[in-house]
């Protein structure tokens, strides 16, 4: 199985780690350690020392309740870094629901658009349609980040999510983007509890069932600092790093991740059971 972006068909028959930068001041784990462009490639550098197979580099929070950035905002957050990361020899994703920002870091020589509203705003179809290479990240997400946590989803999530992706699939095709270009993600904590999240890592594989490699962030997420009793991000690393463990034991093809050493070290560990 391979994902197919703008210069790289990235092989996810063994699991891929997607390192996070946020260029961002108000991200809920890491905001502002990385908002200047120098400090942001310095940290892309030192995430693919660590392992990181992928880089997915984002300038606007999408925590529960963060307020939108204005375009020009993130078009200045992002661009500078993309332009030096994909001088870097590992695939470049870049996390906005923005079309301009899609055109704008394509032409910068990105490979992929991680689009936490799946390509719903109008002419983001369009953008990824125009460039025939290009890798895409389709999440679920309820309702928006501003909203998302006040009033999240009712019942048994995972019929929910799964008719919601196969809809954004479906529109892909019909503009002419191949499946091999698309990854799918559930959206952990866009809007559901803590009890809908862990359904979700608990039946993941009927979400692979749909036969789209599945990306999935569980990173420093709240849900994982509910069961483990912590309350600040930074200090949710071991369960961040055993809930990709468990993701990726149960298929998941890529994990995205703030701690990409410990996460490597942690698959190698599976990896060598065989």
């Not at 580099?57 to 963060?66: A, C, F, L, Q």
């Not at 002419?176 to 904590?189: E, H, Q, T």
Request: proline letters at 5%; glycine letters at 8%; hydrophobic letters at 45%.
């Amino acid at each position: 199985m391979h994902w197919q972006t703008t210069r790289f068909d990235i092989d996810l028959t063994q699991p891929k780690v997607m390192g996070i930068v946020n260029v961002t001041p108000d991200s809920f784990s890491d905001g502002g350690h990385f908002a200047a462009a120098s400090a942001a490639l310095a940290h892309c550098e030192q995430l693919i020392k660590d392992g990181a197979h992928i880089l997915d580099i984002g300038g606007e929070s999408t925590r529960p309740g963060s307020p939108a950035v204005p375009l020009d905002a993130e078009l200045a957050r992002v661009l500078p870094v993309v332009r030096e990361a994909v001088k870097l020899g590992v695939p470049v994703s870049v996390d906005t629901y923005k079309p301009e920002v899609m055109w704008a870091v394509l032409d910068e020589g990105a490979d992929i658009v991680n689009d936490v509203w799946a390509l719903r705003r109008d002419g983001a179809l369009q953008v990824v349609a125009s460039y025939p290479r290009c890798g895409v990240c389709l999440m679920h997400m309820h309702r928006d980040p501003q909203t998302m946590q006040t009033a999240p989803m009712d019942g048994d999530v995972l019929p929910q999510v799964i008719r919601f992706l196969e809809q954004r699939i479906d529109a892909m095709h019909a503009v002419g983007v191949a499946r091999s270009r698309i990854v799918l993600d559930p959206g952990i904590g866009f809007g559901k509890t803590v009890a809908q999240n862990f359904s979700l890592l608990a039946r993941q594989t009927e979400l692979l069932a749909m036969g789209v490699p599945l990306l999935v962030g569980w990173s420093r997420k709240s849900s994982l600092g509910s069961v483990s009793n912590q309350d600040v991000p930074e200090k949710r690393v071991s369960a961040s790093v055993a809930a990709a463990l468990l993701a990726v034991e149960r298929g998941a093809h890529v994990v995205r991740v703030h701690d990409v050493r410990e996460t490597v070290d942690a698959l190698a560990v599976l990896a060598a059971l065989g």
